[in-house]
Every structure is written in C-alpha cells, then in structure tokens.
C-alpha cells in the first residue's frame, strides 16, 4: 500500500475510533462498548496495512480523545487498555497459548489497576469496599477473556474474508 493510501486510511480509522467513543461519552452505558470498538480499528490498521499505521490510529485516537470528548473516563480506558491491545494480543500470538494468556492477562490486570485508582482519586471521593473491588477484578478478568476472543475472531475473518476483497495479500 502506498504510502498516502496508508496514512489516510490511518487518518480515517482515528477519525471513526473518536466518533465511537464520542458515543460511548455521550451515553454513559456505552462507555466500555464504544472503547473495544474502537479498538477494532487498531486492528484494522494492522491487518490491513503495518503495525507503525496500528501505533498512529492509537496515538492520534489517544490525543484526540483526551482533547475533544467530554468524558475523559473514555478517554483513559482507550489510553491505558484498548486501543494498544490489538497490537499487544499480535505480537503475543507467537507464544505459546499459556504464556500468552499469561501475559495479556498481566497487562490487563495491570492496565485494570491503574484505572481503578486513576478513577478512586479523580472522580470519586470516598474508597469502595474490598468486596466491589474483587468482583470487578473477577467480572473484569470474564469480560476481558470474552474481548480477547471475539477480537480473535473478527482479526481471522478480516484476515480471511475481507482482506482477499480488499486486494491487499501479505
């Protein structure tokens, strides 16, 4: 892919990227929903033309979020976990599957503990009891097992569904 064909296409996936997550702002149910698919077009970028592009759609997507949408709670899930894992999730695909999970679900965890206290000292005041914090860490660890499937299906049907029609053949 040409070089003007990749950065557009780069420019157009960040546009789309902030566009969900304006929604997922808006509506606050939406939040984590808007965020994974938002991640869906750093996968894009990096099936479809390089994992520099990829890198480019999350910065761009990352700024332009904190910038512009009026939750900034949107923004940090996007910064801190979703829009790098496509990339993560393709460079550990060359592990074997138990260090592989190993190491998602370690990023994960460690991405889900940040946020936590981003969140306890920025937006609420008072600390949460230990019983809600273990069970969005359990609900937390479910959710995303269930994000790191489904991103695995839909990176195989671009891969092989869509990308043959699309003309690009690595």
């Known amino acids: 892919m040409k070089k ?8 157009v996936l960040s546009a789309l990227s902030v566009a969900l997550m304006l929604l997922g ?28 592009h990829a890198w480019l759609v999350y910065a761009v997507t990352a700024v332009l979020a904190l910038l512009l949408l009026p939750s900034k709670a949107v ?13 993560l999730r393709a460079a550990t695909a060359r592990l ?5 999970y190993g190491v998602k679900l370690a990023v994960f965890n ?20 230990l019983i809600l914090e273990v069970s969005t860490y359990l609900l937390g660890n479910g ?14 049907m671009m891969v092989h569904r869509l990308r043959p029609r699309f003309g690009r053949q690595k």
Do not use: Q
């Open 96 to 100: 074997r599957p138990i260090p592989a």
């Open 110 to 129: 460690a991405a889900l503990t940040v946020l936590l206290l981003l969140f306890r000292e920025l937006f609420v005041a008072a600390d949460a009891p």
């Open 4 to 11: 003007t064909k990749a950065l557009t296409l780069s420019a």
């Open 25 to 52: 702002a808006v509506v606050e149910v939406f939040d984590l929903c808007a965020v994974m698919l938002a991640s869906f077009c750093t996968l894009f970028a990096l099936i479809r033309v390089d994992g520099k």
């Open 143 to 156: 959710a995303f097992l269930l994000y790191d499937y489904a991103l695995g299906r839909v990176g195989f």
């Open 75 to 87: 923004a940090l899930e996007y910064l801190f976990f979703g829009g790098y894992y496509p990339i």
